[in-house]
């Protein structure tokens, strides 16, 4: 049995490399290997060939004339929202799907294929060496002038904290990031940090990122300040709680004592 599974590991390991090889040299004489088409392109499965979707081409335009202009993701998502257009799947843009369109040289007309290690999962990706590319020049029309998306390029790399597909390691710790909902709209809250304090001291502050990207809600941030007090203060009195609750304990009286403390005075119930 052992036997048998090294060889059936064998040609796993045979049946990828062949299959890897086929698809490089796929993409090194232009051929498409499938995916998700490209955002502003249409692909005809028969002739092979790419085409311009006008629609979402006009929409690719505008991101790249913003984005040099204003140089900031957010704001252009933010734009870009507030004037009703969709992505391909009727979603609202962000700064995270803008910067994957504005970094692509599908869009000056170059196919890159073999770009990304995946080997990690699709959410743990880094970047191949430069010499692994391959990259077809005048492979279909282009929407960006070549002049526009090497400027476009330059800011992106002035702007951006860290490579793309490398880990980026935090500088400070957001202690409620991911963990907060917006109590107005529902969205989740982002985190960043607040202005200095004497001594140093800059505490995490937490905003709405609906209002972040469309400015439409009337949501203010929330600070490490208030947040850190309400957190601890309710934890220590479900913990106090726990120790005198009893059957005869009535709903009124557990509340009582879920809210005590200077933390929680504002609360209705």
Not at 66 to 93: D, F, H, M
Not at 142 to 162: G, H
Not at 179 to 193: D, H, P, T
């Amino acid at each position: 049995l052992k036997i048998i599974l090294v060889f059936a590991e064998l040609e796993r390991n045979m049946t990828s490399e062949r299959v890897t090889a086929v698809m490089l040299s796929r993409a090194g004489s232009g051929q498409w290997n499938g995916g998700r088409v490209p955002y502003g392109y249409d692909y005809d499965s028969e002739r092979q060939e790419f085409s311009i979707n006008e629609d979402q081409a006009a929409a690719v335009r505008l991101m790249y004339n913003e984005y040099e202009s204003i140089k900031s993701l957010v704001q252009v998502a933010r734009l870009l929202n507030a004037k009703g257009i969709k992505s391909r799947k009727g979603r609202e843009w962000t700064p995270t799907t803008l910067g994957i369109i504005l970094r692509n040289p599908f869009y000056v007309g170059i196919y890159r294929y073999n770009y990304r290690d995946e080997s990690g999962g699709l959410t743990d990706w880094t970047i191949k060496p430069e010499k692994e590319w391959i990259m077809i020049e005048d492979h279909h029309p282009a929407i960006i002038e070549t002049k526009q998306w090497d400027n476009v390029q330059l800011i992106l790399t002035k702007n951006r904290r860290y490579e793309p597909g490398s880990t980026y390691v935090r500088k400070n710790i957001h202690v409620f990031a991911g963990l907060l909902k917006c109590g107005y709209c529902g969205s989740y809250m982002v985190s960043s940090l607040d202005r200095e304090r004497a001594g140093g001291y800059r505490p995490s502050i937490y905003a709405c990122s609906r209002k972040r990207r469309h400015g439409d809600c009337d949501n203010k941030y929330i600070s490490d300040r208030t947040l850190g007090p309400f957190v601890l203060n309710y934890i220590a009195n479900i913990m106090q709680a726990q120790r005198s609750f009893g059957k005869t304990t009535t709903i009124q009286t557990l509340g009582k004592k879920l809210l005590r403390g200077d933390a929680l005075s504002d609360v209705k119930r």
